[in-house]
């Protein structure tokens, strides 16, 4: 049975987070702490011990690490999450504590997808006219006002919480989380009468389905670039390798953990 020696941190709000979380949580002598953004009302609670609000920047966060004995942290916050990521590496340098990132590899297009790709919301918003009027925009509530300029077109915005104003002048909202089935897409898509997608590429299953859908009906889906991640950090694309990694740095003891301890993945031996 694997085991584990000290204070894990695992930075969340994303489904690798919480899978991390429920794998590592049963360890017996491990401590594993999630720290949650705080800006959904009703998150999905992982298993462990669980924090919430910002930590006021890198200095009082490497504070946090030292005065929590950290011994790892694992920043698995979502890949368009810039500023905690960044403010993560620096924390962590600072206190001489190892970080990991655990980022789920982005979306790759394949034959009959119509994809162009942007740069930033803004670049996103510049690509819409030349694309179609009615947009269906699943970027998150956060900075649509890189589109609230566009008053020629109509958008359905899709979010978990409400946006934060400035919108696009017709602007429908629909607040829903996913994860989301391929049917489920098509209908909306269809019902709405799209003429085109905008997405992050957050990558992983849970919202992809829109993407297949907008391939099924031949839409243009205007997909937003991730940002760098900091420098230097070791990144690693699943929770089995995030879980081998803290073997590695001597949280975890040696060992494979079985079929069905990793939520939705095969276990971590060959
Ligand atoms: P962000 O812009 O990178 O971070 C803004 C500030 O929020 C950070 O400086 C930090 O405050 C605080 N923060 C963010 N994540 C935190 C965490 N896990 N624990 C403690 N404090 C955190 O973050 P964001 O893009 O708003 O994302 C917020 C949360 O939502 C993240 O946990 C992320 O995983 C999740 N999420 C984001 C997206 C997205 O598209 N951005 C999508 C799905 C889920 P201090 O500087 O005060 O420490």
Known sequence: MITGTGHVLILGGTTEARQLARTLAPVPLLRVTTSLAGRVTQPRMPDGEIRVGGFGGPGP??????????????????????????????????????????????????????????DSLDDAAALLPGLGRRVFLTTGRLGLAAFAGLDGLDFLVRSV???????????????????????????????????????KDSGGPATAAKLTAARELGLPVVVVRRPAPPPGVRTVPDVAAAVAELQRLGCLSPGCLSPGAIPGAAGTCP
């Open 161 to 199: 919480e409400p946006p934060e104003p400035p919108l696009p002048r017709r602007t429908r909202l629909l607040l829903d989380r996913g994860p989301y089935t391929v049917e489920g897409e098509r209908e909306l898509l269809r019902t709405y009468a799209a003429d085109v997608l905008v997405t």
């Open 61 to 118: 966060m490497a504070a946090w690490l030292s005065e929590q004995e950290v011994a790892a942290v694992i920043d698995a916050t979502h890949p368009f999450a810039a500023l905690i990521s960044a403010n993560a590496a620096t924390a962590a340098a600072a206190a001489g504590v190892p970080l990991v990132a655990l980022r789920r590899p982005g979306w790759q297009p394949g034959p009959g997808d119509r994809w162009h790709h942007a």
